[in-house]
């Protein structure tokens, strides 16, 4: 086990600074509510997003991306052999890739289907508490889109996810765990409560570890320095706005945050801890 | 017949205030144009969205929901078994369901598929008066989505339409008007030109007319403060941004108000008037 | 050939009046990512936008708008018949049509398509230079959906599609380049490179073409006007947030600028050449 307990500003702001120069392409099949927010929040970032589902092109796509992300979030019979076809290709290309297990635990179906994407072995995973602990087979709280376990009882099922499937397991919330199959575990403390009331700030955050995975070997470190980056730009964007603010305003002004974050700010906003 | 004469300030409010506690889940199965900005108004409500059409967890999440709300905007054949799926789970369920008729009248096809949803009995209808006409069976002068009939000329159709199915019909356009199937008749004098202009507002009123009725178990009371409040959101947004404002930062500062918006600000801009 | 070398403001501005007065119906099948930006961009320039792709109801919208948009962003063979038909009920009611290949070159199923759908003769192609050197058949050096061709290196291209298929066709880039069948040819230098970090700005260019072809008999003078009048407001839009704005404030001042352009303005931004 490489333990790097040196995860800081430096580590992450080296990561974001590969996104803007290599401005890797993240070929997506997310949902269709976040689509437009994910793509600015790729942009944002320096990356570089197509979204694209047919099974006939995704192949094609996949091996031409630097990772792809799949995002069961509007699910579709229609679409999931994409998805499937998708995360095989990377795999087989040695390309990473991510899975966000949206709304986990609320319906049969969506459990039947990430059942079996989850085989497909993701590079990583990333949802709140409840939806980490549906996909690890657990009974979960689930109400809809939204968690309503707190993330520490998530833990031991990601830790059993990691272990089973050998991926990078994050679970979000008020703190953002991250935790690597060969037991690393990274908490991160930044972020605000108002992330929650824009649609889309989620499975950006699961766009942004597909474009640092795709510049940074360690997909260990590419999710920590991703939620890193994503947290620390939520948590200005809420000062800039200040207590008044809205969340028309909050959801442009983390686009504006993320696309003009410097090495200043994040040095003074951000909070990591490597716990193992 | 309970007539109830004193909807004002008072009851709106209380309503806004139990959709902020209560963050009812509102199942849409809405237009891929809207999605986004639809999700953004109900969270900026305080409610909870989540939007999912495969006709495979439709029942699921229709009874996991506090309201169901089908919009064929980008009517789709692949969907239509889910919407009808929706409507009847949550008519099974006892949960409120609201049908936005969008473009009723412009294709062969969607009046076809709107005369068998309207049939499985929504508990809301809201279109504009060109899609209520259409609905009802009257010609309309329908060009796209949008309206080109006063509103007045639709009257007779909602009610007519409230009648036959047993529903609530809501007539929006410079005045809203709302009618329920026992002749209560509500009209509000708010909203700002503007609103016409950013893409989905219209859509958000149907979706927060869902989130209204997940709370407020009279469904004409819960849609006319769901159209009073959106109504009141689109005036001070409008002046929030003068004369001068462009579209863009209108949309913006709709969630804005939406998501701060106080008593005391509803109190004085509400025009809300029981005519029957 | 019937030569205008005079475009200028006062024709742009000319074409813009005519947009707003006369509120076009634009049809567009475009694709997820961009439907909701496209709509505020056609709004905002005082067109009203439809976005509908069952193929049982095209035709009926075809006839009934002023313009069709085919953008094949998010390809999906199940939408591929109603692109068809859109195609072919346009040209078949002397409607003017515009196809936007985005992402040609990407994959091999996304050719094929592309290969068809020239050949049913949209009026207008609008694509960035690789997008246009695929369609044309040269290998194209492809990067997802981002040009990495040089602009000139695809006029060739853009001259034999637009002798070949006798449609106006615009190669986008810093400068944009309008080519005619008859050989006329303008060069249009607005624009700023925060453009390329809003998702659908390029989209939103082709729906705008859409738009001014619906009012403009002439499809090269509409093209033209069309693009100068999206890079004028992208011009004016990042002067107003200024050096240090981000990509969100972008975005909401694209729509500003967009919905309160003055003749003013254009005038004194504008640089257009008509080079043959």
Known sequence: VNRNSTLNADTVWSDCCAVRTQAPL??????????????NTLLAAGASPIMAHAVEEV????????AVVVNIGTLDAHWVPAMQLALD????????SVLDPVGAGASAYRNQV??????????????NASEILSL???SANTKGVDSTDPVELALAAAQSLAQRYGCVVCVSGPEDHVLAPDGRHAVLRNGHPLM???????????????????????PWRACVSAMAYWGVVGEIAAQRIGPDGGTGRYASTLLDV???????????????????
Chains 1, 2, 3 share one sequence.
Do not use: W, Y
């Open 26 to 39: 993240v070929h997506s099949l997310t949902n269709l509510v976040v689509m437009a927010f994910n793509a």
């Open 196 to 218: 929650t009331r824009v649609t889309g700030v989620g499975c950006s955050a699961s766009a942004l570890v597909g474009a640092f995975a795709a510049v940074q070997p360690d």
């Open 89 to 96: 290709t990377a795999r087989a290309a040695g390309k990473p």
């Open 136 to 138: 690890a087979g657990h």
């Open 258 to 276: 993320a696309s003009t974050l410097s090495a200043t700010a994040l040095q003074q906003t951000l909070r990591v801890e490597v716990v193992a």
């Open 114 to 127: 990430l059942a079996d994407l989850i085989t497909r072995r993701p590079t990583l995973v990333r949802g």
């Open 59 to 66: 192949a094609d796509l996949a091996r031409l991306s630097g």
